[in-house]
């Protein structure tokens, strides 16, 4: 019968504090959508002065500037100045933004500096808006993770607290480009958060909310790339969709390995990494020559792809340089994202498959190619499906989307170690576990795994006796590392371990010590109901590696005793739930039994027979 104290254990760990983090989020989000809004602009206002020569914020697309061949040295100067800005403001402005928010998340304890706020969203305007190809989400992201940091610094917070405001800050960025709160907020969940707790994920869910209703005065409501609305796919469609999936997960791993392969590349360049970004502008430049939509933001792109308009070999050419230059761009150090190069490489994908489908359309297909490309580079199943929906509002292709999403995603989880996300935070030399479990120390309570039984020992007995008893092999005592003390009445009055005998031999009465005086009195307890994961907690912080377990009516009467290897007994527990399998199925001793029927009924007819 389960005790009545059970009711003690909630489902979740979230208290009080949720709702000072939920107010603070509130400003993080109107916050984070007026450093959007501030990027945005500072892309248009850049893109203009350099590729039109006149000012403007509204976003322009390089591809349509007269500049000619001219054109190929504006992105040099744009990496220059990016790598200036990294070498003499701070080299975390290199990269596309979310292995940095990981890096702060990982190692830094959720804190960023200011001068990351202010460089971060310069660099990448001016590396975007001079024709790098990338996207404004990447570095939102991490402009918008800084000033959610900034904002949580001012207060006595947590690390998990500034974690949690930092990711919201994140998460609002990205809500304010793309109009898109709930993919904002499973990217979070999927990605940086390391965990799926209210105490994160209702904060960072305000913040996108906030974020997206600041976002309709500023830049616009959604959808960002409205479409005509597909009809529900049919098998036909599914079997594309997965097949497509498939092709999507290669792309994604040549797309990763085709990154880090530039990376290493630059690295063993005799320059200084400041000119690496110059260099890369120099390969974005002459491609800007080959396929001038391969330059900037691409929305534009975007939105002719979703539309069916890009076919046959432009398309191929608009993947192929795309995808080489933006690889070489990242590689060099420079400041931009990766949402929107996967989405137009995606696309690009999907509008070439539909050559070889024979049903649906080429802006269905590339909705699908894009959204599995996604999934399958940033290994964000969830985040691509639903990010592509919100882009879109075209509800109808969930089946097909969300299947080809998880193909390409479990293609990649295969084939790669790690995603082109996590890449650069390996090489830094730090893992990201990127499976969420509930820890076996948070399922299992103390009464799971205590050792019942104990042998206690009087309080009066000699410590000198309790030795022999020992020396002796006493088949009750020796087994054991610790023994619970109790009075005459059976109280629990103290602990005494293996350790306090030992050095009670030194001691100068020694010949008259006894128990309790030896051992550690009042003893450090817990209870029968009490969560693994807080036990080890008071273990951990009182010193000892074990806890005599009381009734919690009757600190005095002893229950058990929870030791190490206690806890070692429940992560057993959860490995053979994982790995354990069972060497028979019913189905299988089914068969079985019916071969062996059928063999002796065709014995006792051979019987028969005979």
């Known amino acids: 019968m389960a005790s009545r104290h059970d009711d003690r254990l909630s489902d979740f760990t979230t208290n009080s504090r949720l709702l000072v983090l939920a107010a603070m989020s509130v400003v993080i989000g109107a916050m984070s959508s007026l450093v959007a809004y501030a990027l945005v602009w500072l892309i248009g206002v850049a893109t203009n002065l350099v590729w039109y020569h006149r000012y403007s914020s509204v976003l322009m697309s390089p591809a349509k500037s007269a500049l000619g061949i001219a ?58 808006g001079t024709g790098g190809p990338f996207g404004a989400e990447g570095p939102i992201i991490m402009t918008g993770g800084a000033f959610g940091s900034l904002f949580a610094q001012g207060f006595h917070l947590s690390a998990s607290e500034r974690k949690t405001l930092l990711v919201a800050g994140a998460a609002a960025g990205m809500t304010a480009i793309f109009a898109t709160p709930i993919a904002a907020v499973l990217l979070a969940v999927e990605l940086l958060l390391f965990e799926w707790k209210p105490r994160s994920l209702i904060p960072v869910a305000i913040a996108a909310i906030v974020a997206g209703a600041c976002r309709v005065p500023l830049l616009g409501h959604g959808p960002l790339f409205p479409v005509t609305p597909h009809p529900a796919p049919s098998w036909q469609e599914l079997t594309a969709a997965f097949a497509l999936g498939l092709c999507a997960g290669g792309a994604s791993a040549i797309a990763t390995w085709l990154v880090y392969a530039c990376e290493d590349g630059f690295a063993k360049l005799p320059l200084h990494p400041m000119w690496w970004p110059a260099l890369g502008g120099l390969a974005v430049g002459i491609g800007g020559l080959l396929e001038p939509r391969a330059l900037g933001v691409g929305y534009d792109t975007i939105s002719a792809l979703l539309a069916g308009q890009l076919a046959g070999l432009a398309v191929a050419r608009l993947m192929a340089v795309k995808a080489l230059i933006w690889a070489i761009a990242l590689g060099s150090g420079t400041s931009g994202g990766v949402l929107a190069p996967l989405l137009i490489m995606g696309g690009s994908l999907g509008a070439i498959g539909a050559g070889w489908i024979p049903v649906g359309d080429p802006s269905l297909w590339a909705a699908i190619g894009m959204a599995a490309m996604l999934g399958g580079t940033m290994r964000s199943p969830l985040t691509a499906a639903v990010f592509l929906l919100e882009l879109t509002h075209d509800l109808s292709i969930v089946p097909a989307l969300f299947l080809a999403c998880v193909t390409a995603h479990g293609f990649t989880v295969l084939v790669m170690r790690r995603s082109i996300l996590t890449e650069k935070v390996a090489r830094r030399g730090y893992h990201i576990a990127r499976e969420y479990t509930v820890s076996p120390l948070a399922r299992f309570r103390v009464a799971d795994v205590m050792e019942q039984n104990i042998p206690t020992i009087p309080a009066n007995m000699p410590a000198d006796a309790l030795l022999r008893r020992l020396a002796n092999d006493d088949p009750v005592l020796a087994p054991c590392q610790a023994w619970p003390i109790v009075d005459a009445a059976g109280a629990l009055v103290g602990i005494i371990t293996r350790r306090d005998l030992i050095a009670s031999v030194d001691r100068e009465d020694a010949e008259t010590l006894s128990v309790i005086g030896a051992g550690s009195t009042p003893a450090i307890t817990t209870h029968a109901d009490t969560v693994l994961e807080e036990a080890v907690g008071v273990m951990l912080a009182r010193r000892v590696s074990r806890l005599p377990v009381v009734d919690r009516d009757d600190p005095t009467r002893l229950i058990g005793l929870l030791e190490w290897k206690g806890l070692a007994r429940a992560w057993q527990r959860a490995t053979e739930d994982e790995h354990f399998r069972d060497s028979t199925t019913r189905l299988g001793a089914r068969l079985r039994l019916i071969r062996r029927a059928r063999r002796r009924a065709a014995a006792d007819r051979q019987s028969v027979a005979t």
């Open 71 to 128: 054109g190929v040295f504006v992105p040099v100067v744009g990496g220059l100045i990016v790598g200036l800005m990294a070498r003499y403001g701070s080299d975390k402005i290199r990269g596309h933004g979310i292995p940095e928010a990981l890096e702060a998340i990982l190692i830094g304890q959720s804190r960023m500096s200011a001068k990351v706020a202010v460089l971060k969203p310069l660099s990448s305007a001016i590396a975007i």
